[in-house]
Every structure is written in C-alpha cells, then in structure tokens.
C-alpha cells in the first residue's frame, strides 16, 4: 500500500492491527473525520445546556469582580491577619491546574511519549483557560486593581520601577511567560488543523475565520519541516516551565517568614502538586469529552490508565511532601512552626486539613492502586474529582491556616468567606468551562494532524505499512 | 385633560374673593401667596399642573425613578473613584499675626470632666482645633491626657450636634427665645423665683459658680440642683462622715511606698486619674537593680486598670469590700464606732496580717484610697486608716471642695423630681447632662418633667432630654466657649475658645446670663468681667496683661487650694446601715464604661471603636461575669421568654457566609433587679469576683445620633439611686437569644479550647513576647528578659544591610512596668494620623485600624490571673519583613531607620501584612475615610494624608512630626535636641512609658532605656531587629503573701 498523503488523504484506508493508543480500524481519513466532525457538525442540546450553566457562572463571576472593583476588595472576606484567602487560593489552584497541560505536550513529547497526541490539545486549551482564570486573582484581589501595571517594568516618567525583590514580581513574569508561551505552543499546534477545518468546512465564515487563522497552510515539506522545529523549539521552551512557574508562584510563599509558608520543600512539593491537580484536570475533562463527542476510539481506556498512574505517582509525592512538612515542623523544634502544624491538625480549620488529607492522600492513594478502579471511568472521574477538591483545600490550608494564627497571639484572627469568595471562585469555574465549551465547539479538541501521525506510526510498527511497501 | 378636571380646576376667583371678603374684617392678607393657601387654590394649582400633583403626592412618578436609577447607577460608578473635593483656596491679602500657613498653634484651655477641668492644649491649623494634647503646666494634667479629653475634639466636629434652637419640636429662633426668657425672668421676678429650678451637673467653675450665686439671690426662692450619673456621692459623703464636712482628698502617690486601693480606679476613673497614673508610675520607674517600686495592692469586683498594676489583687464583691475595709481598719487599730468584728470567708490567710505589717513599715509614706463605689464608711475607714497611719499631710493631703457647692447629688436630684411631680416647679433650666437618660431607674425624672411648664435644656446634642424639653437650645462644645474650671487641685484653668460656634450654640455661662437679666453679655465678656472683679487690686491695664498670661499658660496661678487641717470626727461611727451585706444570690455592679464613660461620649466613633481594656469590647456593652459563675449560670439558669424584640442579632451574614460564628456569638440574659428588667449579652471576665455581674454604663441609647444610637444595653434601666453602684438579689435567667460582641483580641473561648495548651495567652509567654520577673527575681538575675545566645545571633541576609551610622536613627523604647492599658496612646495616634473609623461589622471582620494597639494577656488561673498590657505600635524593623515583598515598593527604608509607607505608590497586594510578623499593618479594605461628612474635614491633620481605598497603613512614627522638626532645625542651623521630637503616643503617654528619640545618641532618654538590661525585643529571633523595643514588666509581691 502506498502511503498516504497527510493533507489530501486520497489514499484508500488501511487497517490498523490494533494499537493500543488508538482504537482500532482507523485511517488518515477516519480521524479527521471524526474530530473534526465535532466542530463542524451541528450544535447538540447538551452543549448548549452545558454552555448555559458555565455562561450563569461566568456573570456570577462578572457581578461578584464587578462589586470589587466598584466598592473595594473589602467584598472579601479577607482581613487582618489573614490578607490573602480565597483569591490566593484560586490563583495557586488553577496555575497548578494548567501544569498537567504542559506536561503532557511539551515534555510528553520530548519524551516521545505517543500516548500524549490523543489528550494534548485540549489539555493545552485547558492550561490556557486555567492561566487566564489564574490571571485575574492576583489582580481583582489588589486594594487598587486599577493600577496593576506597576507591577510591570515600564519606562515610566518618574524613573520608578518594580521593587524586584518581591516574589510577586517573579510571579507576573513567570505567569505572563507562561501564558504566552503555552499559547504561543497551541496556537503552533493548532494550524495544521485549523488548515484541515478550512478545507472541510462547508460554512463561509467558517471557511473565511479557520483560514485567516491557519495562516496560509498548505502542508508542503517546508510547512511541516518548520512547523516541526517550532513545536521542538516551544517544547523545549515550555519544559523549563512546568516546573519553573509553580516553584516561582511557591515562592511567594516560602520567601516569607510566616510559619507555614516559610519552607524549602514548597517548591518541588508545589509542582507535585500541580501535576497532580492538573491530571485530575485533564481526566475530569477527557472522560465526558470522549463520551459526548464519542471519541473513545481516541481517549482510550488505556490513556485514563495512563493518567490514573500518573495521578498516583504525583499524589505519593504529595503525600511524601505532606509527611515531610508535618516531620519538619517537629523536628525543626521551632516553636512557631510546631505550633503551626499542631494548629493545622487541631486548631479551628482542622476539619479542612483532614478534608484535604482524606481528599488528597486517603482516598486517591487507596483506589488509584486498582487497574479496574483506574480503568473505570465513573470512578477515576470520581477520584479526580475528589483530588481536585483536595488540592483546592490544600492551597486554603496553606494560605489560612498559616496566616490565621501566626507569631503573636493577640492578632490572631479567623477567616470566613463572603458571597463574593465564592462567586469568584465558581464564576472562575464559569469562565474556565465557557471558555473550554467554545473550544470544544470550535477547535478540534484533539490534535488531528497528530492523530494521523500516530495511525502511520502504529500501522509502522505493527509492520503493516512495511509489508505493503514491501 | 377632561373638561370637567379644567372646570374643576379654574382659578375660582370669586369663591377666593369671596372668601376675602367675608374674612376681611377678622384677618389681614398680605399677599397672594397667603390666599394661595386656601383650598380653592390648591385646587387649581392641581389640576392646572397634574403632573405637579403626581409628584407631590407620590414623591416620584416612573420616569423620575428610571431617571434617577440611571443617574445614581452612574454616580455609583463615580464615588468608586477616589474623589478628591472640591476645595477653593482663598490667599489671605493681609495675613493676620501668627498665622503662618501649615504651622500649627497651641492654645491652653480645659476639658471640665466630672465638673473637674482637665488642662489641654490644643493644636490649631488655620484656625481649626484638629488635636488635644495635655497641658504641662496644668497639675491635673502636667502635659498628657487621657481617652475622654483627646476624643473630645472629635465631638466638637460631630455631625449630629444639635446645629438649631428647637422649641416644641420645631425650629426657634434665638430672638422668640430670648423674649421667652424675658417672660420667664419677668414672671419669676414677681414670684421671687418661686418654681425657678436649675439643673447642672457638678460645678467647679467659680465664674458659673457666681452666676448661679447672683441667680439665687434675684430668685430667693428659686433651686440650684446637681445631679450626674457618676456623681462623687460616696467620696463626698465619706469625707463628710469622717470630718463633718465636706472635704477634697489630694493622693501623693509620688511619695507613697505602699498603696492599698479600696475599689478604686485612681489611675483611670478617678477626675485626677492622668496626674495619679503619672505620680504612680513615677515610683514604679526601675532604671536598675538598686531601684525601688512602689507596691499596689487592690481590693475590687472587676478587673479595672487600676487593679490589674496590683502586685496582690484581691478579687471580692463589692459589699465584701466594706467587709475587708473593717477587717483592715481593725488590724490597724483605728478605735471607731461601729466597725465590729467582721471576716471574710475566702480571704487567703496570710494576705491581712501581711498587708498590715506592710503598711506599719511604711508609715507616712503609705495611702489607702477608698473608691467612689464603695460607701461612705469605707471612705471614713480609709480617712482614718490613713490618719492612723500618719499619712495625712504626707501622702493624703486635705483641701477644700473644689466644687462651688459640694452637695449630695442624688438627694438633690431626688428633691428637685418630687418638686417637680407635685407640680412645685415651673420653670426647669437643664444645664446638659442628658438627665433623662442617665436618671435612676426608681428617681421618674422623665415622667415628671412633663409637669413642669417650661423646659430649657442646653445640650450637645438632640437627646432623651431635649425631646421632652419646650427649648433645646444646642450648647457651644468646651472648644467653642469661654469658661472656667478647678482642676483636682483647686487650680483654676481657663477655658477658651479655639474655634467660632459652629453651629450657634450657646454656653451655659451665656444661658445663665440671660436669666441674671444680662443679655448680650459675651461667654468672654462674663468670665473676664469676674475674674477681673476678684483682681480688684489690678488696673485694669495690669489685669489685662494679667489675663491674658493666664490664657496663654491655661492656669491661673496660686489658686491652688492649700492643705486644710481636719480632724476625724470623735464620734466618727461606720455602724453598717443596712443589717449587713446579704452573701446569698448574685450581686450586679455598675461601672461607668471604659470607653465612652457615662454615656457623654456615646455618639463617639474613637471611644466607640477603641477596645475596652481587658475585654478589648468595642461598640457594645456586656453583662461580664466570672469563669466560674459563667459555669454556676450556666447550669442553674432558668430560661425565659422575653418580650419585645429582644436584642437582636448583632450582626452577622446569611448561612453561607456566616461572619464571625459561634465563638462571637454570646447568649442573651435577662437580668432582673428589683423588679426591672433588661436584656444583654454575657461575656465571662478572667479575674472577676465570682457572683457578681458587672454591667458597664452609657449603651442602650434611643437618641444619640448615627453613632450611638442603638447600641448595647441600657444599664440606667436598673440603676436605682440606693444602689448606684452596686446591690444584691439580682436574678439572671437565660432567653434562647444570641448577640454578635465584637473584639479586637480573642482570649478565651470558654467551654470549647480548641488547644488547651496553646491557649491564645498561654502561648504569648511560650513565645517570650512579654518577659517579666518579680523585683527580687530581677535583683538577682538583672539579665532575665535577655534573649538566650542561640537566638541572637544576627543572621546573614542576601541583601546589602542599610548605613545607620549617620544621622538620626530613631528609635522607641516601651516600659511594661509603666504601661497602664489605659488607651491614651491609641486615641492619640488615631486623632494626629486621620485614622478612619470602620464600625462593628467592620471589626468583626477584623478589619479595625489602629496603628498602635494595647495587647492584653493573661497568666495563671482563669479566675484570678495576672493581667499584661503589651502596646504594640510598628516595631520599624531594621531588617524588616515587610519591606523586601511589596512588589512596586511601597514600603521602604529611610535612612533614619524608619520603614516608610508610600500610600501613593501601594496598590494592595497586602503582602507586607501577611509577611510582618507583628501584624501592626492595617489596610483599607474599603473606603473607610469619610470623605463624605463636611463637617470632619476641618478634624484632619493637614500633614497627613487621609488615606484612600485599597491601600495599606501604619506606624510611621509620627513621621510627619519628625519632618517639622527636623526642618525647623535645620533652617536654625542645629540638631535636634532629644525630645523634642514626640510622638503623638508618647507624648500623651499619663505614665511615660513611651520614649522615643534618636538611638544614636548615647546620652538621649531611649537610647539610656534600651542600654537597661530589661530591654527586649520582640521575636528577635526572627532576625528583623525591631527598633521599638521593650522594657520587661516587673513586679514587687510582698514577699510574705504566698499566691496560689
């Protein structure tokens, strides 16, 4: 059999003698059919049912900014001693989120991991959403958000710059970088198909938008050669960041004297962490994704396997930090930090440790040993879920506990959330799953070009393209 | 429009002008506009402009609202943004004297409180009174002041003074008023003054004192009543038991060795409290080993700030104190009649005889001081434990009432109510004091005064009173008017005005003056005019030159009254009135409150938000009980169904975003004694005596104003006149309510320890954050508050250390064994730094502002522990935590070792609270400066910024005195000397302990402090080498007391 032409696919389809990674009986043509399908068939109920409940949130979030910027950050529940809360606590929760994203498509794939093609694209769509909602916390929750670009080192007339000993400015540049190159990598990846959705689709604008944005691409050599090292090169990029901007968004914390917060574990413990809520991320995502748009034959039930051991691995991490933080808490003989860990375990928030524990460690590291439990997508949707709650507490735990009862006991305080806590945090929810269902609307949530790719590889490696060439 | 509407609504001329004509022999019209008030013309003015009558009925018809929405909806948008006002400058042509713009005045004057004139001097910019400092060369004061005087100036701006004459409800003028006296005066001229009352509280000012003279004699007949809440009746009485007249008690703490306070808050309460905290605290100073202390021990029911410097605090009920003062006065060997034997049931054994051995070393140099709770026995007791103990002439000096006409206050007010319900009075002239709010609960002042014909009430504010009052003439504020009062002393201090009346208010010498047949005679013109006529033998040339050095220094010299030779009655008898103190059931007390006092003060956000000492309380009262009879009530208290509507919640949020929960949440009692009834929340006092519910005074206000109204309980509502201050057979019994008290510092959670052994105070002393020893215990290890070697060390730091070795490096030092808890500090800095007042909900949610705050811990046994005062403003680190995390550098080093805050340059993040390990920042989470009440604007101090929304604050200390300073030295060509630089809290500081100055200097008053070996800092260990460093608090325990 000859092969076949990515772009035209004119080629008849083959049999493929079944991978692992992708279903059986697909071809060059199958794929694109099927993912791109989703975005150029017709709107389904459901999506609109489900665009509706996100768009709701997503004005709750508008109300709950729009009363802050109006009447002040007073709106949360935020006081003295506990400055950060709920705002700090989500910016951390969705960074950490769109961790997993990166992972899997730029060091996946410096890995040469082939299991990442089918999950990559919306998991990078994912860390693009989950930076933007991670984006504005730091700045709705500013005493005067209108003048966040003073956080920026922009030649202004008095000759002020940033104070560049603060954490705070790390994190601006690590988070812009962030967001920029992960979009930058999406984007990269997206002209291919973009380029594929031109050539299918029936719909003028449709036609006029998908190849204004696939930038003339015609899937010649020189097309794909570039393409190929400017994805490398992103990759390369991106790599050094999976790990870097959550080390910087932890220093934030361990930079700071307060007990609790002032720890050297927290770096490598909060990219664990990261990976591990971002991969519930991506399994909470991937297992209704593949249902309703009834892509199974690509998000198999060996990737959800996948996931949950990597779910599994980053959470004993996580667990290895938690033990290693409470150890060092006693073992250091510091008084605030004993006092701390104790308060945390004990004090009037211990019912959130222990939710976060029995989140995070209990029931994740008991079930995730199971193949049937990993390979049950009701139950690793569960699981996820549940970690991903975890991993919220986790942040609270950290930020509030710390702060409420820090050096001196008169100025000990207690945090309580106000309507506008959680507005803004459901609304980010909002805003994160309006965004995610115009992606899966409009965009192929996975990588078509990639897919075929791995239909050529797979067929290689079986032999099967060998043999007909032969 | 129908035709019918038009035909209705024809300007009926004929109807009108008949209408004319048949009035026209009875009334006069003097224009159109008069007949317009007829019907006919109303009702063509209604049916000509319809739209009209829309409006006016309904106030607003849809357009206008939808108008309206839409514009408000626009302005909402608009008062986000921070608004400056509008502010037009006008350049003076001819600058007066003196005045140099930005460059404050001081002015001498006097603060009359409890009738006694505290001296003050007041800081004017541009005319306008902004700050109230002590007055040095004033005795009660000698330069510092306390919470009531500093906070006055904030009453002066108040809002909600009565700006207007009101009379029968309504807008008067001044004229209809003046004629109305006329009237008055005319009648009662004919009747001798016969129903002719005055009311007015006590009265030290000899100038009002020789108007009320002159009206007495005009008006023979006529009655001059005193009457305040907190009337000295006791103290008044007592000295009337012991000598037979009434005489002043002057207390030389400055020389007293051994002090022993019967129930009484000499430091705080007493109407010299600001120069016997000073006295008191002088000999307490310890600057090393070889120092000696005086030795306080205080028998009370409350902790009072007083009570809590005790080195032996005896906690007993208040009618146990008569018991002990007997026991005592017996030990000691005063031969009175009456005083019987009497023993206390729980009184450690050793405490008495030890006291007594105590006081016998110290002869002469000893003072017992009988509060004014305490009964007149106890006074005479302690007047003749002191003679006993060749005290008088020594440490208690007797002088003169310092009061134009010392009397017993209730029986006065008694007297002057009977009158009045068998309709003896006619005329009752009220000289303030809210009388209706503040009058025992079984004294029917309100219900009588009705009876009364005409009703002149000169008040402060439209209150209680002044509704049930004919005439509410609104009062000039003790900053707007001339006057005269006695200090403690007898010292006479002026009383002068800083500002023009704002709102055309009148003083009660320019009241007065109208009755003595004188109007128009200016409050100046009256106390000049007597004053010059005591100084006959001046021209009045030299009298002016006179006069005016007596404003200029706010005293008027030798008239300091001189001790007075008394002898204790020879038939002195304390025979118990009553057959003894009842011992069963619970005891209720009455304090005055210690923040807004007797209700004067109420309408007083400072004295509103500023946490009660020990309890840290703010914006509420609270029925406080012992631990342990918390627990007795808990279990024995029977619940009741209240009726009306309860106290209601506090405040608090809905279920999903609850607020402060159940730890702020206090159960509702319902108190009962003799028969009247009054709900209020229960909060339990670590060191109260047990069985016994202390209720402070002046909340449950009706009418105070957007403030004070509606606040708390009102402890008037059970205050008998029998027992003002305290009695037995009170019932407490439980209502199913519960009520949000908010407080600054949370102690003690009772019932639910979340860590019982990381308590909140147990930890602060875990924590090394305050050090403290006995005086025995410091003699032998001097070095006891220093940090161990292993937590000095002074770690390496990334960042290149700043250059103090130039200039000046500022620095603070603060002496527990001096701190009081009394608040001065707080009110100080919250009046020189603008500092915004949030309100309850606000400080609920832990949002309060103060810059420098008075931490409050406890130690030992929940029922009587140790109590500590820590004040807490920013430590200016040298290494500070604060500074390295702002992201846009808002908070830097100077290089005078002051960590600065740049409210221009802060955006928020408030990451340099979270980081500061002393949490002295505060942020505004809101716009909490009022920059919305016209009338406030004048109380700021122009040198600071009046904060915005969204930024942080803090300490600066006082860096805005500093700048003035340093730049008026510099234009001289000189150093700064030390101290003459203060900060607002050190400055006020009653007891010294607050120094600051420049550490660099080796000879200056703070850097001698910090070289003492008390001296520590606060979590040196964190390596942030705080620049406000402690002096650790000492105590001097009889060593022969043995404390459980």
């Known amino acids: 059999m000859d092969p076949v032409d990515p772009v035209t696919e004119e080629k008849p389809a083959f049999v493929e003698p079944g991978s692992p990674w992708i279903a059986p009986g697909h071809s060059y043509g199958s794929v694109s059919d099927r993912i791109a399908g989703v975005v150029l068939g017709r709107t389904r109920k459901g999506w609109i049912f489900g665009f509706a409940i996100a768009f709701f949130l997503f004005l709750v979030l508008n109300y709950g900014i729009t009363m802050l910027f109006f009447v002040g950050v007073g709106k949360f529940g935020i006081n003295i001693p506990v400055a950060w809360a709920f705002a700090i606590t989500n910016f951390v929760w969705w960074i950490g989120i769109g961790h997993a994203g990166t992972l899997i498509s730029a060091f996946l794939l410096l890995m040469r991991q082939k299991w990442r093609t089918s999950i990559n694209r919306f998991a990078e769509a994912m860390t693009i959403f989950a930076v933007a909602c991670a984006g504005m916390f730091p700045l709705i929750h500013m005493g005067r958000p209108w003048l966040f670009y003073w956080l920026f080192p922009y030649p202004d007339t008095m000759g002020v710059w940033p104070q560049f000993r603060s954490p705070l400015v790390w994190d601006v540049f690590a988070v812009s970088t962030y967001f920029t190159v992960s979009l930058l990598f999406w984007y990269v990846g997206l002209v291919p198909d973009l380029a594929t959705l031109r050539d299918k689709a029936k719909n003028k604008l449709a036609k006029v938008a998908y190849g204004f944005f696939s930038m003339g691409w015609r899937g010649s050599v020189k097309h794909w050669r570039r393409h190929e090292v400017a994805s490398l090169l992103l990759a390369g990029i991106a790599t050094p960041l999976v790990v870097s901007v959550h080390t910087v968004v932890s220093f934030d914390f361990t930079i700071a004297i307060v007990p609790g917060w002032h720890s050297t574990i927290f770096p490598p413990y909060f990219v664990a962490g990261a990976i591990y809520s971002g991969f519930a991320m991506v399994i909470m995502l991937a297992i209704p994704l593949r249902k309703w748009f009834h892509l199974e034959d690509f998000i198999t039930i060996r990737h959800l396997n996948n996931m949950g051991k990597l779910l599994l691995a980053t959470g004993m991490i996580v667990t290895y930090s938690y033990v290693m933080e409470a150890f060092m808490a006693f073992y250091s003989a510091d008084k605030f930090e004993s006092y701390m860990m104790l308060n945390r375990m004990t004090g009037p928030y211990a019912i959130v440790f222990w ?23 009701v139950a690793l949707f569960l699981i996820a879920g549940v970690a991903q709650v975890g991993m919220w507490l986790e942040r609270f735990v950290i930020i509030v506990t710390s702060l409420h009862r820090d050096f001196v006991p008169s ?60 | 429009m129908s035709s019918k509407d038009n035909d209705n609504g024809r300007l009926d001329l004929v109807s009108i002008r008949s209408k004319l004509e048949t009035d026209a022999g009875k009334r006069f019209w003097r224009s159109l506009e008069e007949v317009a008030e007829t019907e006919e013309y109303k009702r063509f003015l209604n049916s000509e402009f319809p739209y009209g009558v829309e409006k006016s009925r309904s106030g607003m018809n849809r357009r206008d609202a939808l108008k309206l929405m839409g514009a408000s909806a626009a302005l909402a948008g608009l008062t986000a943004c921070t608004k400056m006002p509008v502010e037009k400058i006008v350049p003076y042509v001819n600058a007066p004297e003196e005045f140099v713009p930005g460059k404050p005045l001081f002015y001498a004057s006097a603060m009359p409180w409890q009738g006694v004139g505290q001296g003050v001097l007041v800081w004017s910019f541009m005319g306008r009174p902004t700050k109230i400092e002590g007055n040095n060369d004033h005795p009660g004061s000698l330069g510092r002041a306390n919470i009531f005087m500093q906070a006055s100036v904030l009453d002066l701006y108040d809002p909600d003074r009565s700006q207007v004459l009101i009379h029968e ?237 010392p009397t017993n206050q209730t029986q006065s007010f008694r007297q002057l109510v009977s009158d009045m319900g068998s309709g003896k009075v006619q005329t009752l002239i009220i000289l303030g004091h809210n009388p209706v709010y503040t009058a025992p609960a079984d004294i029917p002042f309100a219900e009588n005064l009705t009876k009364v014909q005409q009703r002149i009430y000169l008040g402060l504010y439209e209150d209680e009173t002044s509704v049930l009052c004919n005439w509410h003439v609104p009062a000039a504020h003790y900053l707007e008017s001339w006057g005269d009062a006695r200090a403690y002393d007898g010292t006479v201090s002026t009383i002068q005005p800083l500002i023009a009346p704002l709102y055309d208010g009148k003083s009660a010498y320019e009241l007065l003056t109208l009755f003595q047949g004188q109007p128009g005679r200016t409050g100046h013109t009256i106390v000049h005019d007597y004053w010059q006529s005591q100084q006959k033998q001046l021209s009045p040339q030299a009298f002016e030159v006179q006069w005016e050095s007596w404003l200029e220094k706010g005293v008027i010299d030798g008239t300091a009254f001189q001790p007075k030779q008394v002898a204790l009655r020879k038939d002195l008898d304390v025979t118990p009135a009553s057959s003894g103190p009842q011992s069963s059931g619970l005891e209720i007390v009455f304090i005055p409150d210690p923040t807004i006092w007797d209700g004067s003060f109420t309408n007083n956000g400072w004295l509103q938000e500023l946490p009660k000492p020990l309890t840290k309380l703010t914006w509420d009262n609270a029925v406080m009980v012992s631990p342990a009879t918390a627990e007795r009530l808990n279990r024995e208290m029977k619940t009741v169904k209240t009726q009306g509507p309860g106290m209601g919640p506090g405040t608090g949020g809905p279920w999903y975003s609850p607020g402060p929960t159940e730890s702020s949440k206090y159960e509702v009692v319902e108190l009962s004694f003799q028969g009247r009834k009054v709900l209020g929340p229960l909060l339990v006092v670590p060191g109260q005596a047990d069985d016994c519910v202390v209720l402070t005074l002046g909340y449950g206000r009706q009418r105070a104003g957007r403030i004070g109204t509606d606040r708390g309980f009102n402890a008037y509502s059970i ?54 020893a006995t005086l025995e215990e410091y003699r032998q290890n001097p070095d006891f508050a220093k940090d161990s070697p292993d937590m000095t060390t002074q770690a390496q730091s990334l960042y290149p250390p700043y250059d103090y070795s130039k200039g000046y490096q500022w620095g603070m030092s603060i002496d527990l064994n001096a701190c009081i808890g009394c608040n001065a500090c707080i009110i100080a800095c919250q009046a020189e730094n603008n500092i915004a007042v949030v309100g309850k909900d606000q400080v609920g949610r832990g949002r309060p502002m103060h810059w420098i705050r008075v931490d409050t811990y406890f130690r030992g046994n929940l029922d009587n522990p140790e109590i500590y005062h820590e004040t807490v403003p920013c430590m200016q680190c040298e290494n500070a935590p604060c500074e390295y995390v702002c992201p846009v550098g808002a908070t830097v080093h100077s290089p005078e070792g002051i960590n600065e805050m740049i409210y221009n340059r802060c955006v928020g993040t408030r990451y340099c609270s979270n980081n500061c390990p002393y949490k002295v920042r505060r942020f505004n989470f809101y716009l909490f400066s009022d920059w919305n009440t016209p009338s406030l604007f004048p109380l700021r101090n122009p040198r600071v910024t009046v904060r915005s929304r969204g930024v942080m604050e803090k300490c600066t200390y006082c860096i805005q005195r500093i700048r003035y300073h340093e730049i008026y030295a510099e234009e001289e060509g000189r150093k700064l000397k030390d101290g003459e630089v203060l900060t607002a809290c050190q400055q006020t500081c009653p007891t010294q302990a607050i120094v600051f100055g420049n550490i660099r200097d080796e000879n200056s008053q703070v850097a001698k402090l910090k070289a003492q070996s008390r001296k520590y800092g606060l979590l040196e260990e964190l390596n942030t080498r705080p620049r406000t460093t402690y002096l650790a608090k000492l105590w001097n325990p009889n060593p022969e007391i043995k404390e459980s």
């Open chain 2, 719 to 772: 205050r008998t006149a029998e027992n003002a201050w305290f009695g037995s057979g009170l019932e407490v019994a439980r209502t199913n309510q519960r009520y949000e008290l908010v407080m600054t510092q949370h102690h003690f959670v009772i019932g639910q320890p979340s860590n019982p052994r990381e308590g909140e105070t147990v930890s602060a002393f875990h924590r090394d954050l305050v050090r403290v």
């Open chain 2, 169 to 405: 409800g309504r807008v008067g003028s001044w004229s209809d008023f003046l004629v109305q006296v006329d009237e008055l005066r005319a009648a009662h001229l004919r009747n001798q003054g016969a129903g002719l009352r005055f009311l007015t509280g006590t009265v030290t000012s000899p100038t009002l004192g020789d108007q009320l003279r002159d009206l007495l004699k005009q008006f023979p007949q006529a009655q001059w009543h005193q009457y305040e809440p907190l009337a000295r009746d006791n103290t008044r009485e007592g000295a009337r038991l012991a000598f037979g007249e009434y005489v002043e008690t002057i207390y030389k703490f400055d020389q007293a060795d051994v002090i022993v306070s019967l129930d009484a808050d000499f430091l705080f309460t007493h109407p010299a409290g600001v120069r016997y905290a000073n006295d008191f605290a002088n000999k307490r100073r310890v600057t090393g080993p070889d120092s000696k202390m005086n030795r306080l021990y205080a028998v009370e029911a409350t902790p009072t700030i007083t009570g809590v410097q005790a080195d032996h605090r005896l906690r007993l009920r208040p009618s146990q104190v008569e018991i002990f003062a007997r026991s005592l006065a017996g030990a000691l060997g005063v031969k009175v009649q009456g005083l019987g034997e009497a023993s206390l049931p729980n009184l450690p054994s050793d405490w008495l005889p030890a006291l007594v051995r105590d006081l016998q070393n110290h002869r002469g140099s000893s003072v017992i001081v009988a509060g004014e709770p305490q009964p007149p026995a106890v006074h005479a007791l302690a007047h003749a434990m002191n003679a006993a103990l060749g005290n008088v002439g020594k440490t208690v000096v007797y002088i003169d009432s310092i009061e134009i006409s």
């Open chain 1, 411 to 470: 100025s000990w305080g207690q945090f309580y959330p106000t309507p506008t806590d959680w507005e803004v945090l459901f609304g980010s929810l909002g805003l994160f799953f309006c965004l995610f269902y115009l992606f899966a609307r409009l965009l192929p949530s996975i990588s078509i070009f990639e897919m075929r790719d791995l239909v050529h590889k797979t067929a290689e490696e079986a032999g099967v393209i060998a043999g007909a060439a032969e």
């Open chain 1, 355 to 377: 939710t976060l524990i029995a989140c995070n460690i209990a029931i994740p590291m008991t079930f995730l040993w199971s193949y049937r439990i990993r390979t049950n997508t």
